[in-house]
């Protein structure tokens, strides 16, 4: 391979990891408030909330509408990093997989693509893959938006770097992945995200030359939204057990995956497992609609759109 070849192959490998910074901190700014109101109705002793609006009103009041955005910093931070390592890696898990032949070619042509299952293995290694990053942040994020109190100086933890050290001081560096275990079953279901999201793309370009036609930045956005319900609806269990996973306050024994599920049951049964998912189906549309119409817009600026597919 010549220098010229090297060079536009580490481009391609790269330009994913780049857009999926623009994704990252597109959820952040659409989605975080949602996000508080479903973390505090997953981890909550039951009873605090009657439902997701109960949920929004006393917070709002007790703590002010700044309150929704508790726990934002690190996922400023934390997502455009973590949307980077899932986006980057799914990018080079379907340029690999393509060139290991999980290929098909194009209905009147003879142009070869990934095939649905292909896109579906690429979001799973992808999940797991950002798991890594991932779990610290999250972890933050939940200890951080489940504090109650309205004045910083009540809280247990001032910010951030305050929540890691106390972390750190009390169970070592690896307190800071506690909940790996839920954070991998999590985000296994990136195999439906982008498995998905792909079966909505090439429907909706089956649309053109009719007066259904739309343009792929809006494709993107309208699969990107509907992919993300088919996505929560088989998610939402393990995210509620990777939660109360990472709630655990640091000063008792490290939670199990199996004992946390066990505990959800015998709390609310199989309706425990699936608290918190009116605020984020209300959520998921805007959220991932507009990350991955970023992502994708990205990508074709560019210059890699043709590596997609």
């Known amino acids: 391979m010549g220098t010229e070849a090297k060079s536009e192959a580490s481009h391609v490998r790269f330009v994913g990891a780049v857009a999926g910074i623009g994704s990252g901190l597109t959820k952040v700014a659409v989605g975080h408030g949602f996000d ?5 109705l997953q981890c909550s002793p039951p009873g605090t909330y009657k439902n997701a609006v109960d949920c929004l ?38 340029l690999f997989l393509i060139r290991h032949g999980l290929t098909e070619t194009v209905p009147g042509t ?43 100086s009540d809280r247990q933890y001032k910010g951030p770097i305050d929540c890691i ?3 750190v001081r009390a169970q070592g560096v690896l307190g800071l992945w506690i909940g790996f275990t839920g954070s991998l079953a999590f985000r296994s ?18 649309l053109d ?19 993300s319900f088919v996505y929560w609806i088989m998610a939402i269990p393990a ?7 990472m709630a655990t306050p ?7 995956f199996t004992a946390t599920a066990r505990q959800i049951f015998v709390e609310g049964g199989l309706r425990g497992y699936y608290r918190g998912l009116g605020p984020t189906l209300l959520r998921a549309f805007p959220v991932n609609a507009s990350a991955l119409w970023v992502y994708e817009g990205l990508m074709r600026v560019l210059g890699a759109e043709k590596t997609r597919h």
Do not use: C
């Not at 933050?140 to 489940?146: F, G, I, R, S």
């Not at 995210?239 to 996973?245: E, G, H, S, V």
């Open 36 to 40: 508080t109101i479903k973390t505090r």
């Open 57 to 94: 009103l006393k917070t709002v009041r007790n703590e002010s509408v700044f309150a929704l955005y508790k726990g934002a910093t690190p996922p400023a931070v934390g997502w455009a990093a973590i949307d980077s390592l899932l986006l980057g890696s799914l990018h080079n898990y379907r």
């Open 110 to 152: 003879d142009v070869k693509r990934l095939t649905l299952v292909g896109h579906g293995i690429a979001g799973l290694f992808a999940g797991w893959t950002s798991a890594l990053l991932a779990t610290p942040m999250e972890q933050l994020k939940v200890k951080l938006q489940l504090q109650l109190q309205r004045s910083t």
């Open 165 to 167: 050290r106390q972390i």
């Open 189 to 206: 279901n990136f195999l439906w995200m982008f498995g998905s999201f792909e079966a909505l793309m090439r429907a909706f370009s089956k």
């Open 209 to 227: 030359g009719t007066p259904y036609a739309i343009s792929t930045p809006m494709a993107n956005f309208m699969s990107g939204g509907l992919a």
């Open 239 to 245: 995210d509620n057990i990777k939660n109360r996973m």
């Open 250 to 256: 640091h000063n008792l024994p490290k939670p199990s």
